[in-house]
């Protein structure tokens, strides 16, 4: 399991194909073969009500949370983070410009004993499809 999720500041939209990240992101994790396919998922949220340093309305910034199962150990977790923050720096570089931008990521394990994830029917829906079962 590993959930992506990353707020960002609504002064990008016209500048960011958000859906392009977002399908770039899924598609890292997917790659990375530390997570099933299954259990990726990658959303972003729009944050229209903000302060962010000075509060000039130009600066902009994408903040990242990956939530992932325990049972991954420390160079694991260091290696995911470094390939996703690398792969969305590499692709929000060349687009932001010199628009003032923050990009941050926190990794974060999730702690099974309060979690739960019974109605799942998605690794059934995957192997069905293709047999991966993701």
């Not at 598609?27 to 000075?54: E, H, K, W």
């Not at 995911?80 to 060349?94: F, K």
């Not at 999730?110 to 993701?134: P, V």
Request: with cysteine.
């Amino acid at each position: 399991m590993a959930h992506l999720s990353f707020e960002y500041s609504a002064n990008l939209e016209p500048e960011l194909d958000l859906q392009a990240f977002c399908d770039l992101m899924r598609d890292v994790m997917r790659d990375s073969g530390v997570f099933p396919l299954g259990g990726i998922r990658v959303r972003g949220t729009r944050v229209d009500v903000c302060a962010v340093a000075s509060g000039e309305p130009e600066i902009a910034f994408i903040d990242m949370t990956v939530r992932m199962g325990q049972g991954r150990d420390e160079a694991v977790r260091t290696e995911v983070t470094e390939t996703l923050y690398a792969a969305a720096e590499d692709w929000l570089r060349p687009r932001i410009g010199e628009t003032p931008f923050a990009l941050s990521l926190e990794v974060m394990e999730i702690d099974a004993r309060f979690a739960e994830k019974r109605f799942n029917s998605l690794h059934a829906f995957l192997k069905a499809k293709d047999g991966s079962g993701g």
